[in-house]
């Protein structure tokens, strides 16, 4: 988030919404940058714990909304084809009925 002041780039960071959906690193980041907040005195040990609430809170969001996306068929599930399928592991790798 560049050489911003922490704080600045935190506050900007967790309005981003699409961001905890599309990358979990976000949440990291934003993690990051209210630790750099703190060692830099600009917040006390308080703050911390709610800033690091609120990205938590955005992360469960984010999970949250990916699994209704999914329960309302905006998303699909790949799922393997099993009637297809030996499940006896051979060499480590599921085998195909098919030769494939």
């Known amino acids: 988030m560049g050489d911003r ?11 981003l919404a699409h961001l905890f959906v599309g990358s ?8 990051a940058l209210a630790y750099a907040a ?4 600009l ?8 800033m690091l609430e609120m990205v938590e809170a955005a992360e469960m969001w984010a999970a949250l909304q990916m699994e209704e996306g999914y ?12 009637e297809n399928v030996d ?3 051979g060499n480590g790798w599921w085998k ?3 030769g494939n």
């Open 5 to 15: 002041c922490p704080l600045a780039a935190w506050k900007s960071g967790i309005g």
């Open 24 to 31: 979990p690193a976000h949440a990291r980041e934003l993690d």
């Open 38 to 41: 703190h060692r830099c005195r």
């Open 43 to 50: 917040i006390d040990c308080l703050t911390l714990a709610e």
């Open 71 to 82: 329960e309302i068929g905006l998303f699909h599930y790949d799922l393997p084809d099993t």
């Open 87 to 89: 499940y006896r592991q």
């Open 96 to 98: 195909s009925k098919r």
